[in-house]
C-alpha cells in the first residue's frame, strides 16, 4: 500500500517540543486565581493534572498524542492508546474514559484511520475505561492519541519529586524504543529489535500500578520523550541525589547496537542538552549506554521510588506479572551532583 | 572533499548519509555535510568524537550548518591493526597483578570458617613485601571494605602502601552499603572487566 511509506516520519515522543524550549513558554502564561482543589497542575513538572471533587475522590486529567512511530497503523493505535494511559497510571490513578484525538490528511485511505482507532479502543478497553467520544481535524499529516480522565484517592497521589533518601529505584519496562524505531525508519533495525519495542510499546502500565497500590510508593513517574534520565531530574528535589547503576537498566533487544550504528535521535540530543549538567557519568559509561539513558521513550514504563525495606517484594511481584522491571538505582541525600550513572 | 547534502533531512538521516558518505571512501579525505539544524549538528559531532574524526563545524550565511569531518584513516575491517594487536597479546609486559576478592568468606565448606580465612588473606597479603597493584571487591566481598568488616585495618594499610581498592558499586547497592564504604573507592562492571583484562596476574583466593 503506497500510503503506507508516508504513513509513518518518525514520530511518538521523538515528536515532543524540547523540554528547554517548552519552560521557557509555560513560564509566561498567565496562572488565573488559585484554586485549592486543583492539587497538581504544571507548578511542577507532573505526569497529569489532578483535581479534587470530594474528600475520597479526585479527577486526573490527561492528554496525550503524537505523529505515527511505525508503520502499522493498528499497532500505532495501540501505542499511542497506552501513552496516553499511562499518565493516568503513573498518578496512582484508575482509567474511566477517554476521548480520541485524531489529525488525518483527507486523501488518505480512511481504513487507515479505523485501524489506529481500533488499536486505540482495544487498549482503552484493555485499561477498564470506556471511550466517549472524540474530535477530528483534516491535517498534512496523520497523529492520534486519546485525553484520558481517571479518579485517584486525593490522599494516594504519586507525584513526581516526593522521594526520599534511600528509596529504591525500580523500572518496570526497558529502554531503548527511541533509537530502534529511528534505525527501523532507515530498515536498519537490527533483528528482533522493532519486535522487542512494539511489544514493550503496546504493554499498558496497568498491572505495575495495580501492584504498586500495595507498596510504600513514596514518587513515581512514566519514563516518556525527556527519556529516563530527563523524567528522572524530574523526580529530585534538594535532598536526594539518584544513583543510578546502568549495568542493572533493562534495554530493548538491539538498542544498543543502534546507538553504537548512530541512529540518534534529535530529540535524546536535546534530552542531553536539557539535563546533561545535572548527571555526572562514570568515566568509562559507554557512549551507547549513555544514548539510552537520553533515548526518548514512546510508552515507557513507570520509574517508581519505593521505600527500600518493600523493594525485593514490589520487585518480585512486578517480575511475576511478566514484566521486565529491574532495580535501577536509589536515591540517597543530596552530593555533589543531582544525578550520578556509575 | 566530499559534501553531504542533508538540508530538510530530520535525524537520524544526516548522520546516515554522512556515514554511507565515509564508508565509500577508498582514501582519507574530508566530508562535509550540509544540515540546517543545530541538533543534526551535534549528533554529528558525536559520532565523531566516538570514531576519532576531527570535526569542524560553521554556520553558513543562509542559516544552514557546514560540518566537517576529516578521516584521517580508513577504517577496512572490524578492527583495526592497532585494535587486533591490543586484543590479543596475551601478556601485558608490566608487572600488574590484581587481587580478586569474590565474597565475603575463603573457600568452600564452613562459612563461619571461611570468614577466618579471608581475614587471614588480607592480613597475610598485608604483610607482603610486595603489594598488587589493585584489589577488586564484588559480590559478597563488597562487605570487606565496609564499615563493620574485620578487615579494614588490613586494607587500610594495604591502601597506605599504594594499593588502589576498588569496590562494584553495583553490589554496595544491592546490599545496601552505598553510604558504608569504609576503604577506596566505587567502580563499575566497565572499569572491573578493564582492570582484569589488563592485568599481568589475578589473584583470586
Known amino acids: ?342 | 572533499m566530499i559534501t553531504v547534502n542533508a538540508i530538510g533531512d530530520t535525524c537520524p538521516i544526516p548522520v546516515v548519509k554522512t556515514k554511507k558518505a565515509i564508508e565509500a571512501l577508498t582514501q582519507p579525505d574530508t566530508v562535509e555535510t550540509l544540515v540546517d539544524n543545530e541538533i543534526a549538528v551535534e549528533n554529528l559531532k558525536k559520532m565523531a568524537a566516538q570514531k576519532g574524526y576531527s570535526c569542524d563545524s560553521n554556520k553558513l550565511d543562509d542559516g544552514s550548518y557546514s560540518v566537517k569531518l576529516t578521516i584521517e584513516t580508513l577504517n577496512t575491517g572490524a578492527f583495526s591493526d592497532t585494535d587486533e594487536a591490543s586484543q590479543y597479546t596475551c601478556r601485558p609486559a608490566t608487572d600488574n597483578r590484581v587481587v580478586v576478592i569474590r565474597s565475603s568468606y575463603m573457600g568452600e565448606g564452613s562459612e563461619e570458617l571461611g570468614s577466618v580465612l579471608i581475614k587471614g588473606f588480607i592480613y597475610a597479603l598485608s604483610q607482603q613485601d610486595n603489594p598488587p597493584e589493585t584489589m577488586l571487591f564484588y559480590n559478597g566481598g563488597a562487605k570487606l571494605t565496609c564499615d563493620g568488616s574485620e578487615c579494614l585495618e588490613d586494607l587500610k594499610e594495604l591502601k597506605n602502601r599504594g594499593v588502589k581498592i576498588f569496590t562494584c558499586g553495583t553490589c554496595l547497592n544491592y546490599y545496601e552499603l552505598s553510604d558504608k564504604l569504609a576503604v577506596g573507592e566505587v567502580t563499575n562492571m566497565y572499569d572491573i572487566v578493564e582492570k582484569m583484562a589488563a592485568a599481568s596476574l589475578i589473584v583470586s583466593p
Open chain 1, 1 to 342: 500500500m503506497p500510503q503506507e511509506i508516508v504513513f509513518c516520519k518518525g514520530g511518538g515522543c521523538t515528536a515532543k517540543l524540547g523540554p528547554d524550549l517548552l519552560s521557557h513558554v509555560l513560564a509566561k502564561l498567565p496562572k488565573g486565581e488559585k484554586d485549592s482543589n486543583l492539587l497538581v497542575g504544571y507548578d511542577s513538572s507532573d505526569d497529569a493534572a489532578v483535581y479534587r471533587i470530594s474528600d475520597d475522590t479526585a479527577i486526573v486529567q490527561t492528554l496525550d498524542f503524537f505523529p505515527p512511530m511505525v508503520d502499522d497503523p493498528y499497532t500505532f493505535g495501540q501505542i499511542a492508546a497506552a501513552n496516553a494511559l499511562s499518565d493516568i497510571y503513573a498518578m496512582g490513578g484508575t482509567v474511566k474514559s477517554a476521548l480520541n484525538i485524531v489529525c488525518f490528511p483527507e486523501k488518505m485511505d480512511l481504513n487507515i484511520l479505523g485501524k489506529i482507532m481500533q488499536g486505540g479502543a482495544d487498549k482503552v478497553i484493555e485499561a477498564g475505561g470506556t471511550l466517549a467520544g472524540g474530535h477530528s481535524i483534516a491535517d498534512s499529516d496523520v497523529k492520534y492519541g486519546l485525553s484520558v480522565m481517571g479518579t485517584v484517592h486525593p490522599k494516594h497521589i504519586y507525584s513526581n519529586n516526593t522521594g526520599q533518601p534511600s528509596d529504591v529505584l525500580i523500572l518496570t519496562k526497558k529502554l531503548g524504543v527511541g533509537l530502534v524505531c529511528n534505525a527501523n525508519r532507515v530498515g536498519e533495525a537490527p533483528l528482533g529489535a522493532i519486535e522487542d519495542a512494539v511489544s514493550s510499546m503496546t504493554t499498558l502500565n496497568r498491572a505495575a500500578s495495580e501492584i504498586s497500590h500495595s507498596f510504600e510508593i513514596h514518587a513515581c513517574t512514566d519514563v516518556t520523550g525527556f527519556s529516563f534520565l530527563g523524567h528522572l531530574s524530574e523526580m529530585l528535589n534538594d535532598d536526594i541525589t539518584a544513583l543510578i547503576d546502568s549495568i542493572s537498566i533493562p534495554v530493548i533487544t538491539g538498542a544498543l547496537r543502534c546507538a553504537d550504528e548512530f541512529f540518534l535521535t534529535a530529540a535524546a540530543q536535546r534530552n542531553r542538552n536539557h539535563v546533561g549538567d545535572k548527571v555526572r557519568f562514570a568515566k568509562n559509561i559507554p557512549f551507547s549506554m549513555e544514548e539510552v539513558l537520553f533515548d526518548p521513550q514512546t510508552s515507557g514504563g513507570l520509574l517508581f521510588a519505593v521505600k527500600a525495606f518493600e523493594a525485593d517484594t514490589f520487585l518480585h511481584e512486578l517480575k511475576a506479572a511478566g514484566l521486565p522491571a529491574a532495580k535501577v538505582g536509589r536515591f540517597v541525600k543530596r552530593c555533589d551532583v543531582p544525578i550520578y550513572v556509575n
